[in-house]
T-cell receptor, first 115, second 112 residues
C-alpha cells in the first residue's frame, strides 16, 4: 500500500518570500507523484506532476517540485509567493502502470500568505 | 481542454429527498471517479468507473448510487441521506497511463 505524509499542516509566509511545502511518500512499487491546489470553495487543480525523466518538474503559477527517490520526497517550492497563492495544497501518489488506480492523498498543507 | 463539469454547484436536500449529482467530461477519458471531501480534509474515494463499469466501491452506503450512462457522463444518485453526508462531492476523470486525474469544481451538498 502507498501512503503520503505532508509534514506541515499549516505554513504561514510573508508575501514575496520563498516557500517549501514538504511531502514524503511510502511505496514498495514505483509511483507517479502529483501536487494539487485547492482554493476556497473550489475543486482540486493540478499544479504539477512527476511521471518520469527529469527530477525537477515545473508547474503552473511559478511552482516547481523535485523528486528525490532516495529520500522518497517530492517537495513543492516557489521562490516568491503572492497573496493569491493562499490555498490548501495536497500531495498525492498513484501506482505506476497499474490501470486507473485511485490517488492516495496526503492530509494537506494550508499555505497562508501574509501581506 | 482539461475541464470536468459538475452540476449543480450547490444542493440543499432533506433526509427524505431524492436528488442526483452530475459530472461530464469531453477529454475522452475512460475512467471517472467520485470523491467526498469534508472540511479541512483530503478527498476520500467513493467509486471508480473504468470503461463504464464500476471497478471500485469503497464500501459506500447504499444511499449513494453511482451510474455511468456513457463514457462522458457520471451520475451520483442520492436518497435518504443523513446530515453527516453534508460535504463537497468531487468528480474526476483520467486516462491511463499515466492516470493523471482532473477534477471538477465540486457540488457542495447540505443535508438538513
Amino acid at each position: 500500500a502507498q501512503s503520503v505524509t505532508q509534514l506541515d499542516s499549516q505554513v504561514p509566509v510573508f508575501e514575496e518570500a520563498p516557500v517549501e511545502l514538504r511531502c514524503n511518500y511510502s511505496s514498495s512499487v514505483s509511483v507517479y507523484l502529483f501536487w494539487y491546489v485547492q482554493y476556497p470553495n473550489q475543486g482540486l487543480q493540478l499544479l504539477l506532476k512527476y511521471l518520469s525523466g527529469s527530477t525537477l518538474v515545473k508547474g503552473i503559477n511559478g511552482f516547481e517540485a523535485e523528486f528525490n527517490k532516495s529520500q522518497t520526497s517530492f517537495h513543492l517550492r516557489k521562490p516568491s509567493v503572492h497573496i493569491s497563492d493562499t490555498a490548501e495544497y495536497f500531495c498525492a501518489v498513484s501506482v505506476r502502470n497499474s490501470g486507473n488506480t485511485p490517488l492516495v492523498f496526503g492530509k494537506g498543507t494550508r499555505l497562508s500568505v501574509i501581506a | 481542454d482539461t475541464e470536468v463539469t459538475q452540476t449543480p454547484k450547490h444542493l440543499v436536500m432533506g433526509m427524505t429527498n431524492k436528488k442526483s449529482l452530475k459530472c461530464e467530461q469531453h477529454m475522452g477519458h475512460r475512467a471517472m471517479y467520485w470523491y467526498k471531501q469534508k472540511a479541512k480534509k483530503p478527498p476520500e474515494l467513493m467509486f471508480v468507473y473504468s470503461y463504464e463499469k464500476l471497478s471500485i466501491n469503497e464500501s459506500v452506503p447504499s444511499r449513494f448510487s453511482p451510474e455511468c450512462p456513457n463514457s462522458s457522463l457520471l451520475n451520483l444518485h442520492l436518497h435518504a441521506l443523513q446530515p453527516e453526508d453534508s460535504a463537497l462531492y468531487l468528480c474526476a476523470s483520467s486516462q491511463d497511463p499515466p492516470n493523471i486525474q482532473y477534477f471538477g469544481a465540486g457540488t457542495r451538498l447540505s443535508v438538513l
